[in-house]
């Protein structure tokens, strides 16, 4: 349960199991979120990226062998294209001004991130799938990386294509909707995890679309307090820092508590209930 000796709690975590291909296990890092920036947790297993997504039910608790986790929250792990995370350090290292499509650089310097030691732990993901979105030059036995605009926007449009495609699938609003507006839709979920500057603009003026109003928020996920690059093979609970609903927002005030169910109640008042029906009237 120990995961972390500065964490308090304990969370579950749905994620792939790494013991299944012998592997030593996954690891935790700490990295952008290619939307907000803010720092994010991602889970790296068996050289497969999975972004953290956190789910919440009221009045829900786990048993966990003999332990009660008093919080029923639960995460889920799903894979993420490493393009996505990688797009914006590239983006940023080629150090482009105006016209000038900007310079070449080796990988180890554009990955090396300063107070983000978890971006070298993508240094092997990089150099297979950042090709796709890259102009690419070798010297010798080194090879210089330079992102180009073109190939990003061939790939974001494969992108959208291929989720326009599933939204119809999956849903059957979406079929039988306006071909348009489904891919309105599928632009707007893409702009989860890409800038609107560039990117979004530019994928929206190729595709002819307006710019979505407001794109979807980056899913909160609270960063673990230290260790963040820690092996965690041998653990299958996710423990992380709990933080209290009476926590004061950036404006001072109080958040709100969870408004309880509609037709829920409170327990000891359904069992004095039952007792108040069951008792007689003395004669």
């Known amino acids: 349960m120990a995961w972390c000796k500065d964490v308090e709690g304990t969370r579950l975590l749905i994620a792939p199991d790494s013991s299944a291909t012998g592997s030593s296990g996954g690891r935790l890092l700490s990295l952008c979120h290619p939307k907000s920036g803010q720092k994010t947790c991602y889970l ?29 929250s639960i995460y889920a792990a799903t894979p993420i294209d490493p393009v996505f995370i990688m797009l914006p350090i590239f983006e940023e290292a080629r150090l482009k001004k105006g016209e000038d ?6 990988l180890d310097e554009i990955i090396f991130i300063d107070g983000y030691p ?27 990386f330079r992102l180009d605009d073109l190939k990003v926007l061939a790939w974001l449009y494969c992108k959208v294509c291929v989720l326009k495609q599933t939204l119809s699938v999956l849903d059957q609003n979406y079929a039988a909707q306006d071909e348009k507006d489904t891919l309105a839709n599928a632009v707007s979920i893409l702009g989860e995890y890409v800038k609107d500057e560039p990117w979004l603009k530019l994928l929206c003026k190729h595709l002819n679309l307006d710019l979505p109003k407001e794109t979807g928020k980056a899913p909160y996920i609270e960063v673990f307090p230290s260790s963040l690059e820690s092996n965690i093979g ?31 109640r409170n327990i000891k008042e359904m069992f004095s209930r039952a007792s108040r029906r069951g008792r007689r009237m003395p004669p």
Do not use: H
Not at 101 to 106: C, S
Not at 119 to 138: F, S
Not at 241 to 263: F, I, L, Q, V, Y
């Open 44 to 72: 790296l297993v068996d050289g497969v990226l999975q972004e953290l997504n956190w789910l919440k039910q009221s009045y829900k608790s786990w048993f966990l062998g003999n332990y009660v986790c008093e919080d029923g």
């Open 101 to 106: 499509p900007g310079k070449f650089r080796q």
């Open 118 to 144: 978890g971006y070298q732990y993508l240094l092997p993901l990089a150099e297979n799938c950042m090709q796709v979105v890259c102009e690419v030059k070798e010297i010798g036995s080194s090879k210089f």
């Open 234 to 264: 041998s653990s299958n609970l996710l423990q992380e820092r709990r933080k209290s609903d009476r926590k004061t927002n950036r404006t001072g005030k109080e958040t709100k508590m969870a408004k309880p169910e509609t037709e829920s």
